[in-house]
């Protein structure tokens, strides 16, 4: 009954931080045996990112790295790139997210783990594409989002506050790993006709762009008219030559707002966004839910093109009708006449939610030891015949023993990579 999809599928996991980390927690979660390297002594990145008690791992590492083991191993040592080395040859996916460079650099480039293993699926996150005039700086989640459109596609679009604005989404890098995802699945199916591993390149910039599609869409159509119909600045503002920020419009052809609610003095959060659907049907729903008959047969409304034209006023005259109710209250109202609408929600309202706790949406993992539970986002879709397992996260280096015995290593060699800081970090770095 529980079919793990990627069951007996072995990952090498060289990535750290987010990108890479959630395209290799995805992996797990889905059945798949993930090794993740991590430097003896230093371990992830995150492992020591916005940590709540100096002594433990931040939940920024927590929510990334469940389900995986922990081999401690510097990849630099000759004896730590025999072990990699071994781990290769058996493995169907190596995953890497280093800076621009730095497999090359150690000897396991796409082109070495091919030799090494034909099978080996290689997977890589940059910052841009091999094409890009870019392609060799260092990203983070910014970068991507700066240069993909995205950043100067939202926010405010006057005002002080008219500034390039990043998503509160993670578009260059959560999103970089799910697109990995992607072509990792792809590739193993791939494999499977040709017996052979594929090269798997992922742009934090490509993932973000893929998102930002739309922007791209509006592009063409602005060149080729000169304003767009659907923005807050049309039609009584103009245009340049680039795709200008939007505020909160909702992006496709339909009418969206966000409106204020009971309580937005005080409450950030105490908005909701409205919808009105262009068709004729779903408007004249959309006015009786709101008591805006008289749209009905006043040409400024009455049509979608009208409406483009005098969305500001709509803006005005719908949040009169929010203003008073609170947010819940208003997509009480106005679902039942199919208006597509819902409360802005914080982050402390959804993880409160317990509807959420559905066994994935939201899902407490025990962590066990002075971290106990901790909640994180489950794998974000279902599958009828299974049920991901969600367990603890690993602590650094916690399984090398386990893996360098599946590898045949002595218990002596064992220890002689620990005394020589292939397993574990030297003395003197110990000490640091
Ligand atoms: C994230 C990023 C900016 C960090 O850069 P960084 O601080 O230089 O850190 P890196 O992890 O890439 O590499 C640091 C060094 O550690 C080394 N290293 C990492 N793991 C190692 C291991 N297990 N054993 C030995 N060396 C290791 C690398 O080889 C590198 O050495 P070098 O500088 O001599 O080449 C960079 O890795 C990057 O741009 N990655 C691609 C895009 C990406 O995924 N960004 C993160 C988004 S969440």
């Known amino acids: 009954m529980n079919n793990a999809p990627l069951q007996g599928i072995k990952v090498i996991d060289f990535t750290e931080v987010q990108s890479g980390p959630s395209c290799t927690q995805m992996l797990a979660w889905l059945g798949a045996e993930v090794i993740k390297i991590e430097r003896p002594g230093v371990g992830d990145a995150t492992r020591k990112e916005l940590q709540f008690d100096p002594d433990l791992p931040s939940y920024y590492f927590l929510q990334l790295n469940s389900d995986k083991k922990s081999l401690a191993l510097d990849a630099k040592t000759p004896d730590g790139k025999a072990i990699l080395t071994k781990l290769i040859k058996e493995a169907d996916v190596f995953i890497e997210n280093l800076h621009p460079g730095a497999m090359d ?68 890098d959560s999103n970089t790993g799910m697109h990995l995802t992607i072509g990792i699945l792809a590739a193993l199916m791939q494999r499977e006709h040709t017996g052979e591993g594929s090269y798997v390149y992922q742009s934090m910039h490509n993932a973000c762009l ?25 039609p009584d503002q103009k245009f340049g030559d680039f795709v200008p920020r939007a505020g909160n419009m909702e992006g496709s052809g339909v009418l969206g707002w966000t409106y204020k609610c009971k309580g937005w003095e005080t409450d950030p959060n105490a908005y909701v966004y409205v919808i009105l659907q262009r068709g004729a049907k779903d408007f004249e729903l959309a006015c009786k839910g709101l008591g805006f008959e008289d749209w009905l047969t006043n040409p400024d409304f009455n ?81 009828s015949n299974y049920q991901p397992v969600y367990g603890p996260c690993p602590e650094l280096g916690g399984n090398t023993e386990e893996v360098l015995t599946s590898l045949g290593y002595t218990a002596e060699e064992q220890a002689q990579f620990k005394a020589n800081g292939t397993t574990a970090p030297l003395p003197k770095e110990a000490e640091k």
């Open 105 to 172: 650099k150690l000897g396991f480039s796409w082109e070495e783990v091919h030799k090494l293993n034909p099978k080996c699926i290689y997977g890589t996150i940059k910052g841009f594409p091999l094409s890009s005039r870019f392609k060799d700086l260092k990203a983070y989640e910014p970068i991507a989002q700066v240069t993909a459109a995205a950043a100067s596609t939202t926010g405010w679009y006057e005002g002080e506050y008219n500034i390039p604005t990043q998503s509160g989404a993670a578009l260059g």
């Open 210 to 234: 893929n998102l930002c599609r739309i922007k791209t869409r509006d592009q063409l159509t602005l060149d080729r008219i000169g304003y767009l119909t659907q923005f807050p600045q049309y």
């Open 303 to 383: 049509t979608a093109d009208a409406r483009d034209r005098h969305k500001q006023e709509i803006y005005k005259r719908i949040e009169s009708f929010t203003i008073d109710k609170d947010k819940m209250e208003v997509v009480k109202l106005l679902s039942p006449y199919g208006i597509p609408c819902g409360p802005v929600l914080s982050t402390k309202e959804i993880m409160s939610d317990e509807s959420l706790y559905d066994g994935n949406t939201l899902v407490k993992i025990n962590q066990g030891g002075k971290i106990g539970e901790f909640v994180t986002v489950g794998c974000p879709f279902t599958i």
